[in-house]
């Protein structure tokens, strides 16, 4: 099989043997494109917006969780403790968020967003919504409704299927 990967496109061309096919492999093709032409598109909202992928994430997870413990926040953003250190600091320094001790544990800090970073993260958020709407204006309601059945149920098959394989 014959593949031709451009990140820029969503086009997968295949050799014209396999043109046809609907196999895993063009499966994940083009959910891979896709999903680089969406993040592509949502990192650009992001740093129009001043801030960096990992500041939105922290931010946008204290919005939306409330007070957040810091590792809690790395496990949800995808950063190691090392990084969501670094991205916590950067905001504290901005005057975007706050380390609270927890009152339940001391040894835990929780994040706190300030009355600047609520503002700076509610009007960011509302932009990058919009722009992530635009985005998938492609799809009308039902065809979205659909397809995040779809990747919900191809994700936690491919999930079950990472776990079985780790636990062998």
Same mark, same amino acid.
């Given at each position: 099989?014959?593949?031709?990967?451009?990140?820029?496109?969503?086009?997968v061309?295949?050799?014209?043997? !396999?043109?046809?096919?609907?196999?895993?492999?063009?499966?994940w093709?083009?959910?891979?494109?896709?999903?680089?032409?969406?993040?592509?598109?949502?990192l650009?909202?992001?740093?129009r917006?001043?801030? @960096?992928?990992?500041?939105? %994430?922290?931010l946008?997870? +204290?919005?939306h969780? %409330?007070?957040?413990?810091?590792n809690?926040?790395g496990d949800? +953003?995808?950063?190691?403790?090392g990084?969501?250190? +670094?991205?916590?600091?950067?905001?504290?320094?901005r @005057?975007? +968020?706050e380390?609270r001790? !927890?009152?339940?544990?001391?040894?835990?800090?929780?994040?706190?967003?300030?009355?600047? %970073?609520?503002?700076?993260i509610?009007?960011?958020?509302?932009?990058?919504?919009?722009a992530?709407?635009?985005?998938?204006?492609?799809?009308?309601?039902?065809?979205?409704?659909?397809a995040? %059945?779809?990747?919900?149920?191809?994700?936690k098959?491919?999930?079950?299927?990472?776990?079985?394989?780790?636990?062998?």
């Open positions: 099989m014959q593949l031709y990967l451009e990140t820029k496109y969503i086009d061309k295949m050799s014209q043997k !396999d043109s046809a096919s609907r196999d895993g492999v063009h499966l093709l083009i959910l891979w494109k896709a999903f680089s032409a969406l993040q592509h598109h949502a650009r909202s992001i740093e917006l001043g801030l @960096g992928y990992s500041d939105f %994430g922290v946008e997870v +204290v919005l969780k %409330g007070p957040t413990p810091v809690t926040i949800k +953003v995808n950063l190691t403790s990084s969501i250190s +670094v991205a916590v600091d950067r905001l504290e320094d @005057g975007l +968020v380390r001790p !927890d009152p339940a544990d001391r040894r835990t800090r929780v994040v706190h967003l300030t009355a600047a %970073g609520r503002k700076l509610e009007r960011a958020f509302e932009c990058h919504a919009a992530m709407e635009r985005a998938t204006s492609g799809l009308s309601e039902a065809e979205r409704e659909q995040i %059945g779809l990747l919900r149920k191809l994700g098959s491919a999930a079950e299927l990472a776990d079985n394989a780790a636990s062998i």
